[in-house]
């Protein structure tokens, strides 16, 4: 049965029988970055040598290059030349729109997510531009190589349309009706069974890792770190990396704070876990904080976070969601500090009005700026707290971490 499935994924692209680079391309409203990083970190416990192209700068072999347009295109030649083996692409939709992609030019494709399904998401504006970005990702998919969906999201699920390439979905649960279609039409997807993360191909089926053992999602608490997960290993299975090196990776992978900045990074600080994230709108936060919720053994939850972060469409259902999930909020109004717009009166009072709406609101300390916003936290964390940063000034709060943490 193992051998069956590894079998299955088939060798990287011969450049001068398909005359096509082995080129990654990776789409989606969010988890581009994880899922690329992480991809990345199974390849290189498989020997493989790699460019990656993310929202932080273009690496080769694990350096980061000075640049972003000229090293990436050095790096295709050097790919097209033999000397690295693969090059990941996360693509940003906007650029993707405007430019365009070429038609049948990436071996390998991964979308992420839409809305998650959520319908007020899917009709604000920017949704347009990621919809038209993601069909051109799908397009641009090589017909001899594939395709990896989120058949959790039905937009992304949907996009499969767009390519003659294999497709392999991924699921959080293996009942999920477009992975037992898939399935029984004896094609491969990867989902999770009895809590284990499980490679599929028709009736065979390979358990590859617990996901409590996902180190990005602690414990497997965090759903949407869980699915990047999933993405990344359909599309290492595909490349012909093996379970046993999969389940290694995952184990050891976390959020890098150096090359994903804001991206979920987990910190460990006098016995608490403190995470570095980031609100891109109601349903990322509404994710983020329900993950967290579900994190077990927590004496408490903190959060800080400034209101000028938020749109004010958003501020009372996140204000909401932060009632309903901490034991206390520290906000501060640095934004000023940094140059930005101070909140508006009515963005703060729609927040604050939310959070004490709550059946047991939590303990609200308003502070000055973001510093004082961090010392406090760092001052009450015990053993067994759970702390969340949204933060204004991610280079402030990324050294003011990891400087108590290497004490």
């Known amino acids: 049965m193992t051998n069956t499935l590894e079998q299955t994924a088939p060798p990287l692209p011969r450049r001068g029988a398909l005359r ?6 990776i789409g989606g409203r969010w988890g581009k970055t994880t899922t690329a990083r992480l991809l990345e970190a199974m390849l290189q416990r498989h020997a493989m ?3 990656v192209w993310t929202d932080q700068g273009v690496w080769v072999n694990g350096r980061k290059q000075r640049g972003e347009l000229i090293p990436w295109g050095e790096a295709l030649r050097t790919l097209a030349g ?3 083996d693969l090059a990941i692409q996360e693509l940003d939709a906007r650029t993707v729109v405007a430019a365009g992609l070429p038609p049948a030019t990436y071996s390998l494709g991964i979308i992420t997510s839409f809305c998650g399904n959520d319908r007020l998401c899917e009709a604000e504006g920017r949704a347009l531009t990621e919809r038209q970005a993601q069909l051109a990702i799908a397009r641009a998919i090589n017909p001899q190589g594939a395709l990896v969906l989120n058949a959790d999201d039905h937009v992304v699920a949907d996009e ?15 009942s999920n009706p477009i992975v037992r279609a898939h399935l029984a039409a004896g094609k491969r997807a990867v989902t999770i069974s009895s809590g284990m993360i499980v490679l599929c191909e028709g009736r065979r089926s390979q358990p590859v890792v617990s996901t409590r053992e996902v180190a990005i999602a602690i414990g497997g608490s ?13 599309a290492a299975w595909h490349l012909g990396v093996p379970p046993t090196e999969i389940a290694a990776t995952l184990c050891a992978f976390t959020s890098s704070p150096t090359g994903m900045p804001g991206a979920c990074n987990q910190f460990t600080i006098e016995g608490a876990t403190v995470i570095l994230d980031r609100f891109h709108d109601a349903v990322s936060a509404r994710v983020l904080i329900r993950g967290l919720r579900k994190v077990p053994n927590r004496r408490r939850r903190i959060v800080v976070l400034s209101e000028a972060q938020l749109p004010p469409v958003n501020a009372p259902e996140i204000g909401r ?5 901490f034991d ?8 000023i500090q940094q140059g930005g717009a101070p909140a508006a009166p009515a963005v703060a009072k729609a927040l604050l009005t939310s959070i004490a709406r709550s059946k047991i609101p939590p303990i609200v300390n308003g502070v000055a ?11 009450q964390l015990g053993p067994n707290d759970l702390a969340l940063i949204l933060a204004t000034d991610r280079r402030l709060v990324l050294r003011t971490l990891m400087t108590h943490r290497a004490r």
């Open 369 to 379: 700026d973001e510093s004082s916003a961090l010392a406090r936290l760092l001052q």
């Open 160 to 174: 499969g349309d767009q390519t003659a390439a294999e497709l392999i979905y991924y699921s959080v649960a293996r």
């Open 328 to 335: 206390q909020v520290i906000v501060h109004h640095d934004s």
């Open 321 to 325: 969601l932060l009632g309903q999930s």
């Open 49 to 51: 040598s790699l460019a």
């Open 82 to 84: 033999g000397e690295i």
């Open 222 to 234: 965090i759903v949407f770190q869980v699915q990047n997960a999933l993405a990344a290993v359909a």
């Open 20 to 25: 096509l680079l082995p080129l990654v391309a």
